[in-house]
């Protein structure tokens, strides 16, 4: 394999598709009915600007939609703020994650205190507790989508008040007290990390618990286990100043403070009261697997890299450089809530990113399988794992020249056991230079099915299953 195998999945699609019928090659299972919605980037470049890492790229929407033994592929284009301006313009108007729009520092930094936020949907597609189906990034601008044609509905206007300039595209669903709880950050001159929590199908955040901060942490995800909420506050920090007039794109405001450590502190769901602070050793993670209460302890399981380089190595000159990306590996942290170290185990010997566990049924909850990307040979997501935490034992699917993104579980209908059901993922077949959605069998990590798609599905995030009629 070349040293750029897998870069053809970072370049722009600008074509959409729609309804493209195609071909299953083996069987899924008959009771996948519904549609796969994922959101990732597809578009890099607009005029003669160019954004620069993978997480800056406007956002399209994918759909799988699963009927009978059809399928149908359909992708358009959010019809974000960022993607009509930047189209409307021909140029880079609003700034992103790692890239700012162009022109000189004090128009961007007229931008930032006047605000013209990026909605760049490109991270996760969620309903709201099964109610409004939304694209998300890590501002909080949601966009309503419309989850069959696809199309762009408008904002989701949130009717509370409260403001905020970051925000995680990972919200939890805790369906026993059915709340979605999310973290955000608002910027000032004094600064809070927020936790909030809202009703499905209401637009009202209430705040549960609200922490001052001086120099906040970049804050991809975080852990809900039944009673608690958890902040892991990694070592890369930024200050507003340094974020408002610093000049520089939003990511590279923040600062590598390893001597920091991880701080974590355990909140509790019901009354926001803090009920453990506590430090661990250094590391960087985006991803929070899962969290659960045992025995006065908060056991909390993410993907721990040694430090953020991950951020620098997904810049596009470096992924389609084909540079090797670093490894985070499924680590346990274990928190009393009353005195005492937090303990830390690393879980699985193969590296992962992407988790995905069987959420409806364990969010929250002692969980036995993780499923996962894994970057192993290639430098790039080339196999896709299973992680038995019980037995340790470790299965994995892998194919010469394919590199497949988050593996979705899907649960089937009254599963027995938290392992049955199916993962798709959609995987760009570098030789035949187009994608295919692949149906795994969780349980087993074979292969129940594929079907290809007409052309190359840029490289994506995140997305999830939607069991209704397709
Ligand atoms: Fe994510």
Redo the contacts with the bound molecule.
Sequence with gaps: MTSTGFSVGFKTRDAETQGAELAWQGTPPPWLNGSLLRTGPAKFEVGADAYHHWFDGLAMLHRFAFEGDRIRYTSRFLRSGSYRDAIVNNTIVHDEFATNRTGPVWSRIFSRLTGKPTDNGN??VLAYGGHDMVALTETPYPLRIDPKTLETLGPFAWSDGLKSEVT???PHYDAARQLIYNFEIAFGRKTFYRFTRMTPGSHNRSVVAEIETSEPAYT??FAMSERTLILAEFPLVTTPLRLLLGGRPFIESYRWLPARGVRFTVIDKETGAIIRRAEAGTCFS??HVNAFDEDGVVVLDLLAYPDARIIDALYLAELRAGKAIPQSLLTRFAIPLGEGPVTQTVLSAAPLE?PRIAYHRLAGRRHRYVWGASPTGSGFFDSLVKQDLETRNLASWTEKDAFPGEPVFVAAPNAASEDEGVLLSVVLDRDQERSFLLVLDATTMTECARAYAPHVIPFG??GNYFPDAA
């Design positions: 991270v996760n995680t595209a990972h991809h995800s985006f991803h992407l995030f995140h």
